[in-house]
T-cell receptor, first 114, second 115 residues
Framework: NAGVTQTPKFQVLKTGQSMTLQCAQD?????MYWYRQDPGMGLRLIYY???????DKGEVPNGYNVSRLNKREFSLRLESAAPSQTSVYFC?????????????FGPGTRLTVL | AQSVTQLDSQVPVFEEAPVELRCNYS??????LFWYVQYPNQGLQLLLK??????LVKGINGFEAEFNKSQTSFHLRKPSVHISDTAEYFC?????????????FGQGTTLQVKP
């Protein structure tokens, strides 16, 4: 199993450009999440998808859109990138059950907006 | 609303010494608690979790944490650290009865193990 994979690993954009960050998981998890990590702020939830066909806003959704393409894939789109969106983006998926409840994280995408 | 505070941004410690990384949370409902570790330029890896039951939780790599409901704390401990434990550590909380699994993270603590 590859776990959670993210593409690309690195990206540099100019202000106003758009791009889509891709995430896929092969663990048959229902829930998937997008976080951003900024120094001194931990990880903050951007959007999540509790199950296939549903998406909801997290703590910092402004400037982003998401698509839950199918059970495996959950993409994050920046329509018009801004320097404030320079960050490291992590995708995660969650396994849930009576004795376990944890998120598995991808390796991250490091995005710089000039 | 839930929140998590990690009381130390950096913790320097010598190899083979004990360490405690502190985490306090605020929540008006039952919670699940987690500690994650992030090695440089990598994603997050789960160290341990508290869902219910025993308040002393053991995780990977010799780490353990104790859930203290009265003090709303979930401090992480290791009796003897190694150089390889140098990393950033995140405490996180989720709503115990929610189906969304959303995590609220603390700001992170950088553990620096010196030889």
């Amino acid at each position: 199993n590859a776990g959670v994979t993210q593409t690309p690993k690195f990206q540099v954009l100019k202000t106003g450009q758009s791009m889509t960050l891709q995430c896929a998981q092969d663990m048959n998890h229902n829930s998937m999440y997008w976080y951003r990590q900024d120094p001194g702020m931990g990880l903050r939830l951007i959007y999540y998808s509790a199950s296939e066909g549903t998406t909801d806003k997290g703590e910092v959704p402004n400037g982003y859109n998401v698509s839950r393409l199918n059970k495996r894939e959950f993409s994050l789109r920046l329509e018009s990138a801004a320097p404030s969106q320079t960050s490291v983006y992590f995708c995660a998926s969650r396994i849930q059950g009576p004795n376990y409840n944890e998120q598995f994280f991808g390796p991250g995408t490091r995005l710089t907006v000039l | 609303a839930q929140s998590v505070t990690q009381l130390d941004s950096q913790v320097p410690v010598f190899e083979e010494a004990p360490v405690e990384l502190r985490c306090n949370y605020s929540s008006s409902v039952s919670v699940y608690l987690f500690w994650y570790v992030q090695y440089p330029n990598q994603g997050l890896q789960l160290l341990l979790k508290y869902l219910s039951g025993s308040t002393l939780v053991k995780g990977i790599n010799g780490f353990e944490a104790e859930f203290n409901k009265s003090q709303t704390s979930f401090h992480l401990r290791k009796p003897s650290v190694h150089i390889s434990d140098t990393a950033e550590y995140f405490c996180a909380v989720s709503h115990g009865s929610s189906n969304t699994g959303k995590l609220i993270f603390g700001q992170g603590t950088t553990l620096q193990v010196k030889p």
